[in-house]
């Protein structure tokens, strides 16, 4: 079974500018996860998709950060205009199971550097 | 929101036993709780989860009292390669789906 796929693995950009990531979960797998992790920290949800509606982005800063999910599939975060703070990994998750206990299958991340 | 409190850090040497606990004095009636473990430059990994009494699996076990405020997860005979960041959560609902909150975790560090 393939696992969740986010590209690029890193990226390094300058304050000011755009980024976007992207996320391929895992086949048939119907909730999708967005956490950014900065170093020495536990994963901070940003936004948890539900197919493809948007069931939490309390803790995502909407002033930058957008996100969509495309036909309850792939996804996309993005940083428009990003700042130094941003730097962090950014980690897109699935499951499968909407609920009762839940087992989430995590992607390599996304590290991105803001100069 | 139910929120976990869990040890900054642990030591162990290799072959012992360790257990890590996790409070979770809010858990709610229809909470799992859910453990997962992070080597660097990686995401999270699913090891074991449960809702109350015992649990076990070819990689932990986790034991949960009665009244669920808390909960153990053993790792039996750690090796080197256990070295890494054990997550508690416990399951918080967002509509239909789950939601899963981590903490700062626990980081154990195994030795020779």
């Known amino acids: 079974e393939a696992g969740v796929a986010q590209s690029p693995r890193y990226k390094i950009i300058e304050k000011r500018q755009s980024v976007a990531f992207w996320c391929n979960p895992i086949?048939?797998?119907?909730?999708l996860y967005w956490y950014q992790q900065i170093l020495g920290q536990g994963p901070k949800l940003l936004i948890q998709f539900q197919n493809n509606g948007v069931v939490d982005d309390s803790q995502l800063p909407k002033d930058r950060f957008s996100a969509e999910r495309l036909k309850g599939v792939d996804s996309t975060l993005k940083i428009q205009p990003a700042k130094l703070e941003d730097s962090a990994v950014y980690l897109c998750a699935s499951s499968a199971q909407s609920s009762g206990g839940t087992e989430a299958f995590f992607g390599q991340g996304t590290r991105l550097t803001v100069v | 929101l139910a929120k976990t409190t869990q040890p900054i850090s642990m030591d162990s040497y290799e072959g012992q036993e360790v257990n890590i606990t996790c409070s979770h004095n809010?858990?709610?009636?229809?909470?799992?709780i859910t453990w997962y473990q992070q080597f660097p430059s990686q995401g999270p990994r699913f090891i074991i989860q449960?809702?109350?009494t015992k649990v076990t699996n070819e990689v932990a076990s986790l034991f949960i009292p009665a009244d669920r405020k808390s909960s153990t997860l053993s790792l039996p005979r750690v090796s080197l390669s256990d070295t890494a960041v054990y997550y508690c959560l416990v399951g918080d609902w967002v509509g239909t789906a789950s939601k899963l909150t981590f903490g700062t975790g626990t980081r154990l560090q195994v030795t020779l």
């Open positions: 449960g809702y109350k």
């Open positions: 086949s048939g797998h119907a909730t």
């Open positions: 809010n858990i709610a009636t229809n909470d799992y």
